[in-house]
Structures are given as C-alpha cells and as structure tokens.
C-alpha cells in the first residue's frame, strides 16, 4: 500500500510517517517506481508508535519499546522501566501544573478586575523571577 493508505490505516498523517521513516523508525520497502510500499507489518508498527506516543513516549522511547516489542527475547523489567520512568516524568508535570494552578488562582483571587491599573497578576509578573 502506498503512503496514503498506511497513514489511514495506521491514524497517523503522511508527514509523520516520513519523519518517522527519515529518523529510521519505520523502513518501508520501495517499489520499482522508487514509491514507498508499506505492508501490513509496518503499518502495525506505525499503529504501535502512534499508541506510544500518544501516551506521551519520546521518540527515543518509541525506538526503544520498539526494540523491545520487535525482540520475543526480551525481558518485561525492561519495557516496565521505561514505562515506570515516563510515570514518574508525567507525575512531575503534574505537580507543575497544579502549583501553577494554585498560584494563577491566587493571583486572579487577588487581582480586583475593576477599571483601576493596580493589578497584583501583573505586579508578580514583573517582580517574581520564578515566574
């Protein structure tokens, strides 16, 4: 199947399967006319990659579970540390997210939201170099 009907089959876009292709995840065949040919195996790896990172996996991870996936040798401690890793990186964003929230709702509990220019949203914009 051509690039088209593997990115249909696989949900990804074109453009993603051949960035995918230039950085060496994916290797489809060639035709004689030099167009791309995708089997029924790389479109499962597409749909295997499209999985991972919608969970959120970086590129190198995906190369890496890849690996592991293609390997029957493999060992599950493997694939489960990556996994334990990327768990505990999402829970770090998280707790960003929510002291962010915490200190954006102060602010906006504070700021008057009157006609006045006193507004401590900007005051701490311009003053806390945490910010």
């Not at 292709?21 to 060639?30: K, M």
Request: overall charge negative; proline content about 5%.
């Amino acid at each position: 199947m051509n690039i088209s009907q593997a990115a249909e089959h696989a949900g990804l876009p074109p453009k993603t399967i051949r960035y995918y292709e230039d950085i060496g995840l994916i290797e489809p065949g060639r035709g004689a006319n030099g167009y791309r040919s995708f089997g029924e195996a790389d479109v499962h790896k597409l749909r295997f990659l499209a999985r991972a990172r919608a969970l959120g996996f970086t590129i190198d991870d995906c190369r890496t579970l890849l690996g592991l996936w293609e390997d029957q040798q493999r060992a599950s401690v493997d694939v489960r540390a990556i996994a334990q890793k990327h768990l505990g990186e999402i829970e770090a964003k998280i707790a960003d997210l929510r002291a962010m929230h915490g200190t954006l709702s102060h602010l906006i509990e504070a700021c008057a939201g009157d006609h006045r220019p006193d507004c401590p949203i900007i005051d701490r914009l311009a003053d806390d170099p945490k910010i």
